[in-house]
């Protein structure tokens, strides 16, 4: 890859909002069982950090979600790559998202999941890229709020790479 990155959000700045966030969400669920919904692939790290900083009782559930295929821009077509191992019913969930842009990816995702009977659904995302949105969502739990530039890093990628930095950096081409 052939762009440049500069980076916007630092792994410290990451670490600390994601402790903050786990200590949120235990503190509006005190005591109650939670199923984290991880997101795949782009939400992996993120999850991976939150569910250590939630105390008690945390499930961890799978979605694998094809979106983007390897461009930079919102393609608005969600194919369900991985589904969930085990039922939601009556379960308090909390869908971990890396990015909400457009919302369109969301958005189907909400849709599909309280069909299940979830007793609570809540919206985790640890960024929030809100000048392109096309629908409306409820984002419970965002980590921080970005302009309209395409990121990577912390589990985003382009075209697969960029993964592994530890932080969030805004790629030009
Ligand atoms: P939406 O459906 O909200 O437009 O887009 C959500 C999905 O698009 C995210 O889960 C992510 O995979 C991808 N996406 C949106 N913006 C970015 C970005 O700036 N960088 C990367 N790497 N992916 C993005």
Request: net charge negative; charged share 25%; proline share 4%.
């Given at each position: 890859?052939?762009?440049?990155?500069?980076?916007?959000?630092?792994?410290?700045?990451?670490?600390?909002?994601?402790?903050?966030?786990?200590?949120?969400?235990?503190?509006?669920?005190?005591?109650?069982?939670?199923?984290?919904?991880?997101?795949?692939?782009?939400?992996?790290?993120?999850?991976?950090?939150?569910?250590?900083?939630?105390?008690?009782?945390?499930?961890?559930?799978?979605?694998?979600?094809?979106?983007?295929?390897?461009?930079?821009?919102?393609?608005?077509?969600?194919?369900?790559?991985?589904?969930?191992?085990?039922?939601?019913?009556?379960?308090i969930c909390i869908l971990v998202e890396d990015i909400v842009d457009t919302g369109l990816t969301i958005d189907y995702l909400v849709r599909m999941l309280k069909v299940r009977g979830p007793k609570a659904l809540h919206v985790a995302t640890l960024l929030d890229k809100p000048d392109n949105r096309e629908v409306e969502v409820e984002l419970s739990y965002v980590g921080f709020t970005i302009p309209d530039e395409f990121v990577v890093g912390y589990g985003l990628d382009l075209g697969e790479l960029y993964r592994n930095l530890p932080y969030v950096a805004i790629y030009s081409p």
């Amino acid at each position: 890859m052939n762009g440049t990155l500069r980076t916007l959000i630092s792994e410290e700045q990451i670490q600390a909002r994601v402790r903050e966030l786990g200590a949120r969400i235990r503190a509006d669920f005190p005591d109650q069982p939670l199923t984290l919904v991880c997101v795949l692939k782009g939400s992996f790290l993120f999850v991976a950090d939150l569910v250590r900083a939630i105390s008690g009782e945390v499930r961890v559930e799978f979605l694998g979600v094809a979106s983007y295929h390897g461009g930079t821009s919102s393609s608005g077509v969600v194919k369900i790559t991985h589904d969930l191992r085990h039922g939601i019913e009556g379960q308090i969930c909390i869908l971990v998202e890396d990015i909400v842009d457009t919302g369109l990816t969301i958005d189907y995702l909400v849709r599909m999941l309280k069909v299940r009977g979830p007793k609570a659904l809540h919206v985790a995302t640890l960024l929030d890229k809100p000048d392109n949105r096309e629908v409306e969502v409820e984002l419970s739990y965002v980590g921080f709020t970005i302009p309209d530039e395409f990121v990577v890093g912390y589990g985003l990628d382009l075209g697969e790479l960029y993964r592994n930095l530890p932080y969030v950096a805004i790629y030009s081409p």
